[in-house]
């Protein structure tokens, strides 16, 4: 017979069927005459019983090395449950230990804290958290590409180290060479650039996604990006993956219309396809979750323009008695206080803020008639803030050029992202999704540690 995965065993519900089924030890309860072990394979939440009637089983010597935390296969009858908390349980035949776990085995069944076990990273993925977390990220991951795909998008991979910085402001990591037969005499030279050429990490494909966009019409990247920006918080990570669609012929509407569509598409996949991880999410990490992801999935997202945004905090202020840590007057850059109160006291959900100061934007966004506000677009959501960066792009070379010359960009090296807007330029909008910031949404954790397999965060990057 075949090995059989967790999930499907309980999916089946063979009752008098023989299986053979594998997986790790969550954990193991000796009684008397039975013994009872929770089995889990990684496959869904949730374990499956495996009962041991020792009084007839001839593996009793086998039975002593299984302890939480050990790898075991087990052949055994589909039986229908006695107990409550599952409908079938295995009364196993037989019973061999893959893997055993010693003792110092750190994770015991009781709750550890999401802290302890980012210290254990290569091990975290054992935990109920952790597994639901990183199945729901994958259901995501997939369910972006079949967004695009459906929409006769092309997926392009843009390159990782590149020359340019996209978005003129944050820190990088710089790519330099290890020449390793000096290593090998003692020398390590850290210096050395790409073959001659300062590069970096990516901070964004955008800048390369449009020279694609403008030639196949409507593209996206979704892959690693790397900010070197010295943000201890709990939505900054040093490495994470954005999402990066690009649509010609597109201005600021079409733009907020389809990333409402794709957030809602995402949500919906996740309420489909992750059932259990989302009620253990409501259950453990955050209640009411599951009813404000049908909230979001169903209705408008509200709108406003920066200068109304910036309306309300000051009646907020003015009226309503709020204290804000930062000061608020036309010009500033929303702080996460301001973003939060927007979405979690004014709007109570997700929010589109357009039409920004220009200095506060990239330089690559169009600029409105008033010649101050530029068309972007940032997405802010309850509990997390910004989950969104776009806008329209600036699509008149005249006035690009002028922007990039007064942010200092050195518009010679640039001269490729200018021919966009010489040759048959055309109106067209992009925005960028943090992949992780995105899973913080719809799980409900608080710490985008807790969402990436291997974190890493300032002063964080175990293995
Ligand atoms: O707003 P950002 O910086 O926009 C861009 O990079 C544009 N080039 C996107 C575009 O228009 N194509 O970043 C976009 C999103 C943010 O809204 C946020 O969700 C995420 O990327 N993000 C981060 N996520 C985790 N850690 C960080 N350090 C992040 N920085 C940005
Ligand atoms: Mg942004």
């Known amino acids: 017979i075949r090995l059989l995965r967790v999930k499907e065993v309980v999916a089946a519900k063979a009752i008098g069927s023989e299986v053979i089924v594998a997986g790790w030890v969550r954990s193991m309860r000796d009684a008397k005459e039975l013994s ?109 590409h079949q967004f695009f795909q459906e929409r006769d998008f092309v997926y392009i991979h843009t390159p990782i180290i590149t020359s340019s910085d996209a978005e003129g402001a944050g820190d990088m990591f710089q790519v330099t060479t290890i020449d390793m037969d000096k290593k090998g005499a003692g020398e390590v030279d850290y210096s050395r650039d790409f073959f001659g050429c300062k590069t970096h990490l990516t901070v964004s494909g955008q800048l390369a996604v449009e020279s694609y966009c403008i030639g196949l019409g409507q593209v996206y ?106 000061p608020v007057e036309w010009g500033i850059d929303l702080k996460s206080e301001h973003e939060r109160y927007l979405t979690e006291e004014h709007i109570r959900g997700p929010v589109m803020v357009t039409d920004y100061p220009k200095e506060i934007k990239s330089f690559y966004m169009k600029l409105n008639d008033d010649g101050k506000t530029v068309r972007g677009m940032d997405i802010l959501v309850p509990g997390i803030g910004e989950i969104i960066g776009g806008s329209e792009r600036e699509d008149n070379y005249d006035l690009l050029k002028e922007r990039m010359i007064a942010v200092g960009l050195d518009v010679e090296e640039y001269g490729w992202y200018l021919d966009l807007r010489k040759y048959g330029s055309v109106p067209h909008s992009g925005f960028g999704l943090g992949l992780e910031r995105f899973v913080m949404w719809v799980t409900g954790m608080s710490n985008i540690r807790d969402v990436i397999p291997f974190p890493r965060t300032v002063k964080h990057c175990q293995f």
């Open 36 to 144: 009872f072990i929770e089995l889990n394979d990684g496959s869904m939440m949730g374990n499956l019983q495996i009962v041991v009637d020792k009084n007839n089983f001839s593996y009793n010597d086998t039975l002593r090395e299984v302890s939480t935390g050990a790898s075991i296969k087990v052949k055994g009858k589909v039986t229908a449950s006695v107990g409550s908390g599952q409908e079938i349980e295995i009364l196993a035949s037989f019973i061999s230990v893959l893997g055993s776990a010693p003792n110092d085995y750190p994770l015991q069944k009781k709750r550890h804290s999401l802290e302890f076990l980012r210290e254990i990273s290569h091990l975290r993925s054992r935990t109920n958290t952790i597994g639901a977390v990183m199945r729901v990220r994958n259901v995501v991951s997939f369910a972006i």
């Open 221 to 326: 990247t979704f892959g690693p990006t790397f900010r070197a920006e010295n943000s201890n918080t709990v939505r900054h990570a040093a490495e994470f993956w954005m999402i990066e669609p690009e649509m010609a012929f597109y201005q600021l509407d079409e733009l907020m219309a389809i990333s409402q569509d794709f957030l809602r598409y995402l949500i919906n996949a996740v309420l489909e396809k992750c059932p259990q991880e989302l009620e253990f999410f409501n259950e453990r990490i955050k209640p009411g979750l599951i009813e404000n992801l049908r909230t979001v999935a169903t209705s408008n997202f509200s709108h406003m323009t920066y200068t109304q945004a910036i309306d309300v905090l000051k009646n907020a202020i003015a009226n309503h008695g709020k204290v804000f840590e930062h």
